[in-house]
């Protein structure tokens, strides 16, 4: 039995990284369809927002380790063979985007109605009220719960070590089944966890008080 030592520490170091880079695939992809999913969620065309709420709601409803499953075994049965930092950054971006798209649909929405109206009077058409009016005044009260969010996109990651990927929770199993020593392998993954995710926690009560959301 090896006993914790600096390079068990180290390998846990290193895993963090592909939890980083994880985190950065699902917050970007997720990022883009969560865009057009808010949008849609917010479209004058009916069919349009049905369909749009039918995945945020089948997304939502779904835990994401089916979804992990899904991606990972599912699409290998019908002879898509991916690998598993593929299937577990697909996987994030359809869970990330159908949280993303409510936040900024909410955000959208709480845009004063006069502002639409002021738009809709000196003759700009829907797009150009969305990029010149709307939009921009949606972006920041969105930041605060945005920055939040990814904490949760944070320790939301630790799930695809279920497939195999080598992030920062898979890792502290491998040091776990190499120590034997449970209580203090995940100690320091739990401090690593920490330390990513508590500045994202502070950005977003800064940003939250620099930007007056809600007042």
Known sequence: MNTFSTGHFFY???AARWTIVLSLLAFAGGGILGLV???CRVSENRVVRFLATIYVQVIQGTPLLVVLFL???GLSIIGYNIDALLAAGFSLTLYTAAFLGEIWRGCILSVPKTQWE???CIGLNRAQQYYYVVLPQAVR???PPTVGFMVQIVKNT???S???FVELTRAGQVVNN???QPFLTFVFVALIYFAMCYPLSLASRYFERRLKVGN
């Open 158 to 160: 630790s799930l695809a």
């Open 37 to 39: 999913l808010a949008l």
């Open 12 to 14: 846990l170091i290193e």
């Open 178 to 180: 190499s120590t034997f």
């Open 118 to 120: 002021a738009a809709n």
């Open 71 to 73: 991606s990972y075994y």
């Open 141 to 143: 009260i969105a930041i």
């Open 162 to 164: 279920i497939i195999g």
